[in-house]
């Protein structure tokens, strides 16, 4: 029991930002590998440890060693049809799944890579949040998730667009259905409505700040659509979507 759980901290599964990061690294050094005791492998990492500490996870002190992520670029190196029975078999569904998203969109790779490596390397407050639930991680991954989610709960930024669409429109309603929450349940529902951040989280740079034209007001159903889809659906989108179903 003692060395199953053991194992089980010595080797998580991979996550998707981790496994973006990893295969941006392949492709980036690609058809050249380095070694396993290369100065590249021990940057990616310590760039994956990073990543893991940043999301507050504690670390062993085998976590994502060399021969860890070694064997990763080797996992989705078998993916690769250029290089058939090549590499190492054993990768995950997730892994394969990540490969086939960027194999043909390398540019779009890099900027999401640079994007969480960003983040990692950031001292910008990020709250806990409930992206483990389903279908609430971005494809970007769980950083990226976190760091959307924390945008979404600024609660300064949040009053700042409620009043001023209560200043306009004297009522808070759901851009995408109507919904009106003070309507519904009267004045238990007085002043309540979710926010939604428009802005693509590979997008959001750390010391950015929120702007009010960077947010939505959606009612908790919608809000919940929008993240339901990989990638999320935009308020257009999902209006749209309502629009379509009558």
């Not at 950031?122 to 709250?127: E, R």
């Not at 009043?163 to 309507?183: A, P, Y």
Request: proline content about 3%.
């Amino acid at each position: 029991m003692e060395s199953q759980l053991s194992s089980q901290v010595r080797n998580p599964k991979w996550s998707r930002d981790e496994i973006i990061l990893t295969l941006d690294f392949y492709f980036r050094y690609y058809p050249t590998i380095p070694e396993k005791n290369s100065k590249e492998i021990g940057e990616l990492s310590e760039l994956l440890r990073s990543l893991t500490d940043r999301l507050g996870h504690e670390l062993s002190d085998t976590y994502r060693n060399r021969n860890g992520v070694y064997m990763k670029l080797m996992n989705l190196h078998h993916f690769n049809k250029q290089h058939r029975g090549e590499g190492l078999k054993g990768g995950s569904k997730l892994d394969e799944e990540v490969y086939k998203e960027f194999e043909h969109e390398h540019t779009r790779l890099q900027h999401v890579s640079n994007a969480i490596r960003n983040w990692v390397h950031s001292d910008a407050p990020l709250i806990e949040s409930d992206i483990d639930d389903e279908g609430m991680e971005v494809e970007e991954g769980k950083l990226l998730t976190r760091v959307h989610r924390s945008r979404e709960r600024d609660a300064r930024i949040i009053r700042r667009k409620k009043e001023k669409i209560l200043r306009t429109t004297r009522s808070l309603t759901c851009e995408c259905c109507g919904f009106d929450f003070h309507k519904t349940y009267g004045d238990l529902g007085e002043g309540f409505i979710e926010c939604h951040h428009n802005k693509p989280v590979s997008e959001m740079i750390p010391g950015e700040k929120t702007t009010l034209d960077d947010l939505s007001l959606v009612c908790s159903n919608c809000h919940r659509m929008i993240h339901r889809q990989k990638p999320w659906l935009s308020v257009e989108e999902l209006k749209l979507l309502l629009q379509r179903k009558g």
